[in-house]
């Protein structure tokens, strides 16, 4: 109920003769001079005060048999920029686009992992699926399939029991899920046979049809830091610059940093420093396109020295800049830097 709601008619009406208030207003599109009670002459754009549609993001939905392969395509999506919401009640889909329009196109792209477990949940999902289109949002389904004898082998690989099993046996919840899953297959705009697909195979499927003609990306974190403080344990792959002498034992530079331009010159000026950069540069190229076609998203490179303060820093940061012209997205991280 609005203010005008609560008044008697005479009220509302009294309401209207405000200064100004009894003018017409301009229509949607049209731009009107409007005089102002001081003769101040005001130009009035109706099209652009309007307040800009959200827009509806596209949506993929992830369903499928248990042990398909559901979470390896729902990561891939993830890698790709897909904002992922795995295991969402079906009858909560047509909130999380909503959210996602309100976002300000912050989530473009929503991928939604269905468990359906129950007869209940799945004819939420029927309803949500029949809201989605009357609302016109862009969807797809993903339909994860895999034979019995696959399903079977990978649950007693990770002696796991089918969620649907009960008392009875695997290829009993096997069989009563694949029923439970008929018609949402058959509604399917992608099916997969993941029965002879490995984890890299599936991913590059998920990659030719939603990754586009772009290749996939690689993000770098180039980290540095100290031995004496031991390894990174998130480190793929690491270097040690100890081959290089050590700036602490100089006394003019043994306060700063290798973020000091002298130290990084001292460092890059020492033999053999800038021949490592040049061809750990190339190594890491091969390296990447070999990640790529295997899937592999995401690296950690770790530079090492003694105290993770001069030469480990100030290789990193040559390093990364190197992978950024290459068109790397690279994060730099100092792990050790200050502590001593």
Not at 158 to 182: K, S, T, Y
Not at 236 to 262: C, I, K, Q, T
Request: charged content about 30%; overall charge negative.
């Amino acid at each position: 109920m609005s203010e005008y709601d609560a008044h008697p008619t005479a009220e509302r009406d009294t309401a209207h003769k405000e200064p100004g208030r009894d003018r017409p207003q301009p229509a949607a599109g049209e731009q009107h001079a409007v005089q102002e009670d001081n003769g101040a002459q005001v130009s009035t754009d109706v099209t652009a005060a309007a307040a800009p549609e959200a827009a509806i993001p596209e949506l993929v939905i992830i369903s499928g048999m248990s042990g398909a392969g559901r979470s390896t395509a729902a990561k891939c999506l993830e890698d790709l920029g897909w904002f992922v919401v795995d295991n969402l009640p079906p009858a909560l889909i047509p909130t999380m686009v909503e959210l996602g329009a309100r976002s300000q196109g912050n989530v473009a792209r929503i991928a939604v992992v269905v468990d359906v477990r129950g007869r209940r949940f799945f004819d939420n999902l029927r309803e949500s699926l029949a809201d989605l289109d009357t609302r016109g949002v862009t969807r797809r389904i993903v339909f994860l399939e895999s034979s019995d004898e696959a399903l079977v082998r990978r649950f007693e690989s990770v002696r796991r029991p089918h969620p649907l099993q009960g008392d009875g046996r695997i290829v009993d919840g096997i069989a009563a899920e694949r029923e439970l899953l008929r018609e949402l297959r058959g509604d399917a705009d992608l099916v997969i046979d993941t029965s002879s697909l490995n984890v890299h195979e599936l991913r590059a499927k998920m990659d030719a049809q939603f990754a586009g003609e772009e290749e996939p990306e690689l993000r770098a974190t180039v980290m540095s830091f100290g031995f004496k403080y031991g390894l990174p344990v998130d480190a793929d792959l690491v270097a040690d610059m100890r081959f290089l002498p050590n700036p602490h034992w100089v006394p003019e530079l043994r306060p700063y940093s290798g973020l000091n331009e002298e130290v990084a010159a001292y460092v890059f000026n020492q033999p053999g420093a800038k021949e490592f950069l040049d061809r750990y540069a190339e190594l890491l190229r091969l390296i990447a396109a070999g990640y790529r076609r295997e899937g592999k998203r995401y690296v950690t490179i770790a530079i090492g020295c003694t105290g993770g303060k001069h030469r480990s820093v100030a290789m990193s940061e040559k390093l990364a800049a190197r992978l950024a012209a290459e068109g790397v997205e690279t994060v730099v991280v100092h792990r050790d830097m200050g502590r001593e």
